[in-house]
């Protein structure tokens, strides 16, 4: 799907949380009828989902994140993500290329990290892991989801 600079105009406000037709059409500078055939197309392209969403503060949570990187043969890579997709602490899952070909984001409670690597590798357990690279962040020090083309 081609999308035009309008387009990602509305995709950049929508990331950071415009709520309305209206408040849409006054930062893109276009119409309000505009921004709803835009936001229509994009939807059944389904690079919009319409979902209410809330920001939460995970900061004042004593949440903490966990990204880890798998080195794992390519023919249980298919296996290892279906079976990491099932784990509702993962929020983050890529196929990657370079030292890793799996990396994902989980978050965790303050103190649970350890069990939650333990919880990863036991998921693993049965397939051919080569390397689990784990890294426990302790500061949150910028989490934005604002989209920049």
Not at 30 to 35: I, L
Not at 46 to 67: E, N
Not at 72 to 93: G, M, N, R, Y
Request: proline share 1%.
């Amino acid at each position: 799907m081609l999308i035009d600079k309008l387009d990602e105009k509305i995709l950049r406000h929508l990331s950071v949380g415009a709520n309305s037709y209206e408040e849409l059409a006054k930062l893109c500078n276009v119409t309000r009828s505009t921004v709803y055939r835009r936001i229509t197309k994009l939807e059944k392209e389904k690079v919009v989902l319409r979902k209410l969403k809330f920001a939460i503060d995970i900061t004042k949570l004593d949440i903490v994140p966990l990204a880890v990187g798998i080195n794992i043969s390519h023919s249980d890579e298919a296996e290892a993500i279906e079976l990491l997709k099932k784990c509702p602490k993962i929020s983050v899952l890529w196929r990657t290329y370079g030292a890793h070909n799996i990396a994902l984001l989980a978050l965790c409670k303050k103190g649970e990290e350890g069990q939650l690597v333990n919880d990863i590798r036991e998921m693993l357990d049965e397939l051919d892991v080569k390397t689990i690279d784990t890294c426990v962040g302790f500061t949150w020090e910028k989490t934005d989801m604002t989209l920049s083309f």
